[in-house]
């Protein structure tokens, strides 16, 4: 399973961006994907999961009515977009993915970074 996230970029406090997360390699259909961040001397932290088939979410409590995260099966993609965003959300993104429905447990696949910096 490869995953390759993309998108990131600079945006000033208030704006917006999106993130994709490409997969490839497998068959996603009982997986979970899910973004975490780390910003630099921070621990990574968990941002948005969602179960590829059925479409659950779940969110941490520094994004929630901020970052919406969807999918689109057709393309094996899964996107992240990031409003209100506010230099605290400064961080390297990273996609991953698990084989079973579960947001917080260990994720087996991991993409590279994608760096949002946030200007205020």
């Known amino acids: 399973v490869q995953l390759q996230a993309s998108g990131g970029g600079l945006a000033q406090a208030g704006g917006s961006l999106r993130l994709s997360c490409s997969a490839s390699?497998?068959?996603?259909?009982?997986?979970?994907v899910g973004w975490f961040r780390q910003a630099p001397g921070k621990e990574r932290e968990f941002v948005a999961g969602t179960s590829w088939r059925g479409g659950n979410t779940d969110y941490g409590d520094s994004v929630k009515g901020r970052f919406t995260i969807s999918r689109d099966l057709a393309k094996n993609t899964v996107y992240l977009q990031m409003n209100s965003l506010k230099p605290e959300d400064t961080a390297a993104y990273y996609c991953a993915a698990r084989k079973a429905w579960s947001t917080r447990a260990p994720y087996d696949y991991w993409g590279q970074g994608t760096l949002v910096t946030v200007s205020s």
């Open positions: 390699g497998g068959t996603f259909s009982s997986y979970t």
